[in-house]
């Protein structure tokens, strides 16, 4: 996938990185990240995903702007109240790097919508704000053999981490959670509240964490969960493991039980 004049100027700062080079920022173009959910972790993730140039981008959210968003969501604007988030971010995308093949999604994903909405990508990034669309999405993901990367943020706290649940021997995010959640559509963020700029921090670390792995450098981080805390301003990994008797990733011998 050559990249034209524009490209090898607009990208110049990620070429010259030995870690990614040119062929790395092919890798970029080349990629198709579907983001789930563009409020407070989309909005940092979407705008780092599409100044890095990944070439396909599918953005799903059903919502539309509200008043309380603009706090920590700095792709919506005070006039824009009301709009779907999910045409705004795509047209944010489409002004920020036209070398970005953009959809928007304005639709909650569901049971019935999810496969078809996710089919065909090379990666899903999570950032909604409930557990049990973020279940259906693990679940989804796991389905179809996509890496899922998954970030949350919740009053001063943060959680990122890739899944690789499709692979043999890899935790899922079901196998993190279990299946206490599968009900829960609760706005967990709205009844506990979340500092704006947390989000930030989590959604941009997120889409490190695609970039790196869609490049190819560093560790893989599959299977590592990622934790900042923003009142002591420090980050902890924890290693997970997959649950044999996972219903969605787990053999169908230990899923009987
Ligand atoms: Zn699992």
């Not at 970030?151 to 079901?174: D, T, W």
């Not at 959670?177 to 706005?187: E, L, N, S, T």
């Not at 787990?250 to 009987?256: E, L, Q, V």
Request: aromatic fraction near 6%; charged fraction near 20%.
């Amino acid at each position: 996938m050559a990249l034209s004049d524009d490209e090898l100027d607009r990208y110049a700062r990620h070429i010259v990185l030995p870690q990614v080079g040119g062929v790395g920022q092919q890798r970029l173009k080349a990629a198709n990240i579907a983001v789930v959910g563009a409020g407070g972790i989309g909005a940092a993730v979407i705008p780092a995903l599409a100044g890095a140039g990944i070439g396909r981008l599918t953005i799903v959210d059903g919502d539309s702007v509200d008043l309380s968003n603009l706090q920590r969501q700095p792709l919506y604007r005070t006039a824009e109240i009301g709009q779907s988030k999910a045409a705004l971010a795509a047209a944010f995308v489409a002004d920020r790097n036209p070398h970005v093949a953009v959809t928007a999604v304005a639709e909650r994903i569901t049971p019935a919508n999810a496969e078809p909405l996710l089919a065909g990508h090379d990666m899903i990034l999570d950032g909604t704000d409930n557990f049990a669309t973020r279940l259906l999405v693990s679940d989804t993901a796991t389905r179809l053999g996509i890496p899922l990367l998954s970030a949350a943020a919740q009053q001063f706290q943060g959680q990122v981490a890739l899944f690789r649940g499709h692979e043999a021997g890899r935790p899922c995010y079901r196998c993190f959670v279990g299946d206490a959640f599968d009900a829960d559509d609760c706005d967990t963020c709205a009844e506990l509240g979340v500092l704006g700029a947390l989000t930030a921090t989590v959604g941009n670390f997120a889409a490190l964490l695609a970039i790196r792995a869609i490049v190819g450098f560093g560790t893989d981080a599959a299977g590592t969960l990622h934790l900042f805390d923003g009142t002591s301003l420090a980050w902890r990994q924890l290693r997970l493991v997959a649950d044999p008797a996972c219903k969605t990733c787990g053999s169908p011998d230990a899923t009987d039980r």
